[in-house]
């Protein structure tokens, strides 16, 4: 009695089995799909993570600098208190870049900018002191060589980004 069960000599039992079959390879493909979407996203998502952790980068860096300029034109404390927020902020951030030695450009250009940081900071905190020692022509000269550094800063952000989004692009075309 049980190897009549498994013979397919009925048309309800072919067409049961045919749809069973059916509905497994459908819901397979589904999974499958799900799978990819979830992977697509994920890569896609530390591309966003990265973009959006640059140009935040890029925007401590002009308001570190703002802050930097009003406060040698005005020596308001106020200006010097934000300046000290974002100089904090950019050395938090500069100490979380690794430095070690690495073989791509993006981490080359990263290490970079973290090595460029330590240099604005170290050059704006210069230019304050000279600042607060009356020494004009000290402070201009400090705030001349920042602004160089941050526009260097400024422009290595920028290249890293677009190899960022180039990067990204390539991996959601494929």
């Known amino acids: 009695m049980n190897r009549d069960m498994f013979r397919f000599t009925g048309i309800r039992k072919k067409l049961i089995m045919y749809f069973l ?10 999974l499958l799909s799900y799978y990819n979407a979830r992977v697509i996203l994920s890569k896609m998502n530390t ?4 973009y959006v952790y640059l140009n935040n980068l890029n925007s401590d ?20 208190l934000n300046y000290y927020t974002y100089y904090n902020k ?3 951030i ?3 870049i690794p430095r070690e030695p690495a073989y ?7 290490k970079d900018i973290g090595y460029m940081i330590d240099n604005l900071l170290s050059e704006t905190d210069n230019a304050v002191k000279a600042k607060r020692g009356r020494i004009s022509s000290e402070y201009i000269a400090h705030f001349k060589r920042s602004n160089e550094i941050s526009g260097y800063i400024k422009l290595y952000v920028g290249n890293l980004m677009e190899s960022k989004l ?9």
Not at 21 to 30: E, H, R, Y
Request: hydrophobic share 40%.
């Open 104 to 110: 791509d450009n993006d981490h080359l250009m990263l």
């Open 90 to 92: 950019l050395q938090s």
């Open 47 to 50: 591309v966003i993570v990265d």
């Open 166 to 174: 180039h990067k990204g692009s390539d991996k959601y075309a494929s």
């Open 61 to 80: 860096v002009n308001e570190l600098m703002t802050e930097l300029e009003k406060y040698l034109t005005t020596k308001s404390s106020e200006n010097l």
């Open 21 to 30: 079959i059916t509905t497994a390879l459908l819901g397979a493909t589904s």
């Open 94 to 96: 500069a100490m979380d």
